[in-house]
């Protein structure tokens, strides 16, 4: 058995790794390449936020198809497809000449991207981890999530500003290919069912898809993490761009390396904490600091206060990441896991593609103040129906049974 949980933590080092590349070169990379390619096509940022959109939906449709092939497929196997689809789409963009093209990648970047993300990353960590570790196993995976903006996002500007971007892009794609597909292939792998201890009495692992989906917990839960990925993800993606007016691209990218740096360490901090304090009170608690920390970057004057900003948005980014996860999995057991959660990240992913290109339009409508101080307000009403996520779906069908 400790062999078995030592390859726990392998395949948390192996997420991490995948995780950092993934998100490096994507999500935080996004307001890199919307800064840069709105300047290279002289194109407004409404235009390029669209495709950054594209990018996050076309993630969540096919995130739900990936749920489905992980009961099909080794996951192992689903991560190389998704490193292959995702560093061709990358390494092509050098390419572009025209926007339609900019999307067409951004499509198929988005394609590739689901075999690399969430639903697969904790599906591995919560078979692994079925007991009270899995708090802290998630923190520690998901600070590659920020570990990429930290290190990948200002090699990346870097990169473009003293390279130049077209010829930059083959490079970042080559990543995908020389670190995600050998630690796919040779450590990625499900446990299996006698190496892991499931609580196969719960009530809640019991549930039916239909019946964890139709709960009001679920549909709460799900759209107000939708809003909240859109008043993050929104902020993040122009917050490169914010950062460059105030000072230039080296103030922008320290910007966002504050902010992933804030992400991991208030990650780590948080999944101690989650195990002491109830996950709701706590995601309450992180809604308010992204609030806060959406309104600092929409007023910031100087350098130093965008890049305070940024930290106080990336403390709660990394919690806010993961508490969703930890919470579907405290509630929803068993092999409808992954399926809830892929449906739930749809739902969130409505918000993240949303996101981008509304505070794009409200930047080129009214400029980036609006627009952030817009985004907190997002926050309130997710806070709302977060503050709502009473009862669990074990409980909601035990009232609904006494009414009948």
Known sequence: MDDRKHYGWVIV???????TISSGFGFYNMSVYVAEFAELMGRPVSDLSLAVS?????????????????????????????????????ASMSLVTKIWQIYALFVLFGLGNTGLSLVIATTLITRWFPGPNRSIAL????????????TLTPLTAYLFNNMGVYESLPFLGLSFALVIIPLAIFFVRLPRPVEVVVDTQSEESQL?????IRSSFFCRNSIGYALCMLAQVGGIAHLYGRLDIIGDYEVASRAVASLS??????????????????????????????????????????AWQGIVAAAVLGASVGNLLMSQPLWLAE?????????VFALASALSVVGIAVGPYLLGLIIDRTGYEVAYVSAAGGCAFAWVLIYLSTKGPKMELQNSSVVQ
Do not use: K
């Open 13 to 19: 080092a192996v997420v991490l790794l995948v995780q």
């Open 54 to 90: 594209l990018f996050f939906l076309t993630g969540g449709v096919f995130g739900l198809y990936v749920a489905n092939l992980i009961n099909r497929f080794e996951i192992r196997w689903i991560m190389v497809v998704g490193a292959v689809i995702s560093g061709t789409a990358l």
């Open 139 to 150: 923190s520690v995976s998901f600070t590659g999530l920020s570990l990429g903006g930290v």
């Open 208 to 212: 039916s898809y239909a019946q964890a």
């Open 261 to 302: 740096m804030a992400s991991i360490v208030f990650r780590i901090l948080g999944g101690w904490i989650v195990t002491r304090l109830a996950l709701r009170t706590f995601t309450l608690c992180m809604l308010v600091v992204q609030a806060i920390g959406l309104t600092m970057i929409g007023m910031a004057d100087t």
């Open 331 to 339: 509630v929803f057991h068993g092999a409808i896991y992954p399926r």
